[in-house]
């Protein structure tokens, strides 16, 4: 009989050799610091497009875009999807509802008004709350390399049944307010109320524990909105500090820990690329503190420090980007716990079979625009910002979030704080 044994040892000596030899990626390029005081803003217009022959689209719902329908002859209609503002990182955050008279076979070809390229790969729902991916073979977007606007195209089939199609499969507020109630069902949460945005929203965080805050911790996630993937590893981290497991249990009679799950209410609602209402990315307001959400949390965590005496510890903020990395601060630095998230990491990648985590500690000493550096050099809160990929698999992000919330634990859990 034929010995499968050696053609399966190369395969695996190959696999190796072909792990070994990608590079991980450097991630983003140096920050830039930007002027944060308010920018105007492009709102759309929430409506019914008639797209001819009985086929129509609607974006008359909260968070993602549409901004103008035409059709270009009788098989394919182009949609263009526009930012909140220039110049904007190209995130293209689209998200509309469709449905014809008689069934119609059509293609969708996705323009950006030259601004940016195709980058959340497409998903369709019956209901808008459960959304899955596109069949591979009905969407089509050139390789990566030639990435450029106009060049994406999805093959649909629609009825009179409205079919939802959106760049992720959660649309709106709606899902993080439920998440948030569903914490607060835990006796050892609360609600606080930090401030509001300009369109009046409520900015909200959770406080979660029993303790005396002498030792605090800070999550916080989607300063841009349309970051789902960095929202679920939060989540998954933050559900498994609430858990029954003993070390959960003796965590929160030692540590308080503070979440603000939605930074950036009105920028998710409005289907924003990016910014938040005052046309301004977030994560370069944590020096100037012109914008009310970077204010109000800035606020809130120097008013703990001042009425506790206490101090944060660790800080977290989750976002999402091209594929898994962690930002860190300079290794050569101390805040107060030093070593804890590169420690806390490694642990927790070790856990996950063949996974090499793509840590990236800053190489500057002095303070940037972002909510990282302003953890760690206001507060010494030893701090990451952990971008997760927006392809990767929901079940190794739910792993990641865990594991990360459980090795933390294990090593607070055991801190002596003087
Ligand atoms: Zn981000």
Not at 398 to 415: C, D, S, V
């Amino acid at each position: 009989m034929f010995d499968r044994k050696p053609a399966f040892i190369v395969f695996l000596v190959l696999l190796l050799i072909s792990c070994k030899s990608t590079p991980l990626w450097e991630g983003q390029g140096p920050i830039q610091i930007i002027e944060t005081e308010d920018k105007p803003i492009q709102k759309q217009n929430q409506q019914v497009f008639d797209a001819g022959n009985g086929v129509f689209f609607s974006n008359q719902f909260d968070g993602a875009r549409l901004n103008q329908v035409e059709r270009l002859n009788d098989t394919l209609i182009q949609i263009t999807i526009l930012p909140e503002n220039e110049p904007i990182n190209p995130s293209p955050w689209y998200g509309f509802k469709i449905w014809s008279e008689k069934s119609e076979d059509f293609w969708i070809q996705f323009s950006y008004g030259g601004i940016g390229f195709h980058r959340y790969f497409p998903k369709t729902s019956l209901d808008g709350m459960n959304f899955s991916n596109v069949d591979s073979v009905n969407f089509f977007q050139p390789a990566s390399e030639e990435r450029r606007p106009e060049m994406s195209f999805l093959r649909i089939e629609t009825s009179p049944d409205t079919l939802w199609i959106a760049a992720q499969d959660r649309v709106g507020t709606s899902h993080v307010q439920d998440w948030k109630e569903s914490i607060l069902e835990h006796e050892f949460v609360e609600l606080i109320k930090i401030g509001e945005s300009k369109e009046g929203r409520a900015l909200e965080i959770l406080k979660i524990g029993n303790a005396d805050d002498q030792e605090m911790l800070m999550v916080i996630s989607m300063q841009h909105p349309p970051e789902l993937t960095g929202f679920l590893a939060m989540q998954a981290f933050v559900e498994e500090l609430c858990s029954d497991s003993p070390a959960a249990i003796k965590f929160r009679k030692k540590y308080n820990l503070y979440v603000m799950p939605q930074m950036n209410p009105d920028g998710v609602a409005n289907g924003h690329w990016r910014h938040n209402s005052g046309g301004i990315d977030l994560n370069r307001d944590w020096i100037n503190f012109n914008q009310p959400e970077t204010k109000a949390l800035s606020q809130f965590m120097e008013s703990k420090v001042k009425e506790s005496g206490g101090k944060f510890v660790f800080a977290a903020d989750f976002h999402s980007t091209w594929e898994d990395i962690f930002y860190t601060n300079n290794e050569e630095l101390e805040g107060n716990f030093p070593g804890l998230i590169p420690k806390v990491i490694k642990k927790s990648s070790k856990r996950i079979p063949g996974y090499v985590p793509n840590i990236r500690p800053n190489e500057g000493v002095q303070r940037s625009v972002t909510s990282n550096s302003y953890f760690f050099f206001v507060h010494q809160a030893e701090s990451m910002t952990f971008e997760v990929g927006d392809n990767t698999e929901r079940e190794i992000i739910q792993m990641k979030g865990q594991f990360l919330a459980e090795e933390l634990m294990k090593i607070l859990n055991k801190k002596k704080w003087k």
